[in-house]
Antibody
Framework: QVQLQESGPGLVKPSETLSLTCTVS????????WSWIRQAPGKGLECIGY???????YYNPSLKSRVTISLDTSKNQFSLKLSSVTAADTAVYYC??????????WGQGTLVTVSS | EIVLTQSPGTLSLSPGESATLSCRASQSVSSTSLAWYQQKPGQAPRLVIYGASTRATGIPDRFSGSGSGTDFTLTISRLEPEDFAVYYC?????????FGQGTKVEIK
């Protein structure tokens, strides 16, 4: 079973860029779709976007102007950058592996707080 | 954009009882692209059902999924203490992936 682990700063200042990395183990990142999902405190799940091994990406329209998802096959990692963050971007950020039209594997999640 | 509406918001049941959770789509969706997740406090979501009715690896057979078109159901028969959690449905569209708002199954 594939394992995923998010890493990155837990605190980001308003207007700066949130950067997270998801390291994949137990499988090659060169297959499947890979996704970022977030969950604001006490709220539901929101898909941020996804990337395929070809590099093709999809971003949630509500975040599209601020989001970049990229793949690093040499490190078996994929990354998330979210620019111009505000307090509304405070959330637990999860990375996930997509298979059979479902998020089959999830990272444990990392809390990112936007505050000065 | 397809909107998924889950009901009820909260289900209060006792262990041993059965739970029926509903997920209604704003327009018809493919059963292939409908999934259910379980989330416990402080934990990442866990895939329970995909393809509307296929149990994920390690999911006990008391969990079952059904439905087609706009109406989908997750049934948990004989609730065990570890089943009390929040459940989300999700649709994988061709370009937009959306989640329902969740149903909390709580101990009565």
């Amino acid at each position: 079973q594939v394992q995923l682990q998010e890493s990155g700063p837990g605190l980001v200042k308003p207007s700066e860029t949130l950067s997270l990395t998801c390291t994949v183990s137990g499988g090659s990142i060169s297959n499947y779709y890979w996704s970022w999902i977030r969950q604001a405190p006490g709220k539901g799940l929101e898909c941020i976007g996804y990337i395929y091994n070809t590099g093709s990406t999809y971003y949630n329209p509500s975040l599209k102007s601020r989001v970049t998802i990229s793949l690093d096959t040499s490190k078996n990692q994929f990354s998330l950058k979210l620019s111009s963050v505000t307090a509304a971007d405070t959330a637990v950020y999860y990375c996930g592996r997509v298979g059979d039209y479902a998020l089959k594997d999830w990272g444990q999640g990392t809390l990112v707080t936007v505050s000065s | 954009e397809i909107v998924l509406t889950q009901s009820p918001g909260t289900l209060s049941l006792s262990p041993g009882e059965s739970a029926t959770l509903s997920c209604r789509a704003s327009q018809s969706v493919s059963s292939t692209s409908l999934a259910w997740y379980q989330q416990k406090p402080g934990q990442a979501p866990r895939l329970v059902i995909y393809g509307a009715s296929t149990r994920a690896t390690g999911i006990p057979d008391r969990f079952s999924g059904s439905g087609s078109g706009t109406d989908f159901t997750l049934t948990i028969s004989r609730l065990e203490p570890e089943d009390f959690a929040v459940y989300y449905c999700q649709h994988f569209g061709s370009s937009l992936w959306t989640f329902g708002q969740g149903t909390k199954v709580e101990i009565k």
